[in-house]
């Protein structure tokens, strides 16, 4: 009996760490600033904008080769920061397309803690700063990357764009963290459900989603139950041989984003 109440109690404890812990764990962020100098394409540059409680948060932004080629939003994975994402997505910008890499708070020197509903917020306004520089909603492309995919299903539902690209999407983070922590009721437990089964049904706009067929921290049947609930036109891209951060290693994943834009996005080539 004493066995099994001391069992019982480790638990407990168990659960209460993981509970008090979790956005630590859901958000491990890279606190150093990227260094632009290093990023290895020319014509970035940084941009600042500042949220609602005051925090100015760096972004960067490589703008369009044309006028009136797209631009990508791009809202990056929960590990690294902006300046990771640069030498994969080179090739769209060799093309042509601007980028827009969002800056998250509490990643790459920027200030703040990350949240659900903050970064939701933060994405808000950096799409307003976007529309600002006189990119119009038909030339805004959301491009999100694992956990980025709910922020980037979140603006598409509410506003209008060009194109929806997702980079390894999830249901919702709350069913992933329950796949990887089975022995918990951890989709109880979180706090940020990133839940985009209750958004993709509201986007209005061509969707490309892209998996890895080997990825293991966000299995590819959690992208195709999101693909099956967005609406038409959709397209879905499984690399056979990939996983969930080596997708760009395959050279089909930059030819189908590229010709996705330029059939569905005027200006996109």
Excluded: C
């Excluded at 394409?41 to 009136?68: F, K, M």
């Amino acid at each position: 009996m004493n066995m099994i109440g001391t069992a019982v109690g480790v638990y407990v404890i168990l659960l209460v760490a993981v509970f008090v812990m979790q956005r630590s764990m859901l958000y491990p962020a890279a606190r150093q600033a990227p260094d632009i100098a290093t990023a290895g394409v020319s014509g970035i540059r940084v941009v600042t904008t500042e949220t609602a409680d005051g925090l100015n948060l760096s972004h960067w932004y490589r703008p369009p080769v044309d006028g009136q080629a797209p631009v990508l939003v791009v809202f990056h994975g929960n590990a690294g920061h902006i300046g990771d994402r640069v030498p994969k997505l080179a090739e769209l910008m060799e093309a042509g397309f601007g980028v827009l890499f969002a800056g998250y708070r509490g990643y790459g020197g920027n200030p703040g803690r990350p949240t659900e509903e903050d970064l939701t917020a933060d994405a808000r306004l950096l799409l307003d700063w976007l529309a600002e520089q006189g990119i119009a909603p038909r030339r805004t492309v959301l491009y999100g990357e694992s956990l980025g995919t709910g922020l980037a299903v979140k603006m598409a539902a509410e506003r209008p764009v060009a194109a929806v690209i997702l980079e390894s999407p999830y249901t919702s983070i709350a069913e992933v963290a329950q796949m990887h922590y089975w022995y918990m009721p951890a989709k109880w437990m979180i706090l940020d459900k990133w839940n985009s089964m209750d958004h993709i049904g509201q986007i209005g706009a061509p969707l490309l989603v892209i998996h890895g067929a080997r990825d293991r921290t966000i299995p590819t049947r959690y992208g195709r139950r999101l693909f099956e609930a967005a609406p038409d036109p959709k397209e879905m891209l499984v690399v056979d041989r990939a996983n969930h951060n080596d997708l760009y290693d395959f050279p089909q994943v930059s030819e189908r984003i590229i010709d996705f834009l330029q059939r569905h996005v005027p200006g996109g080539g």
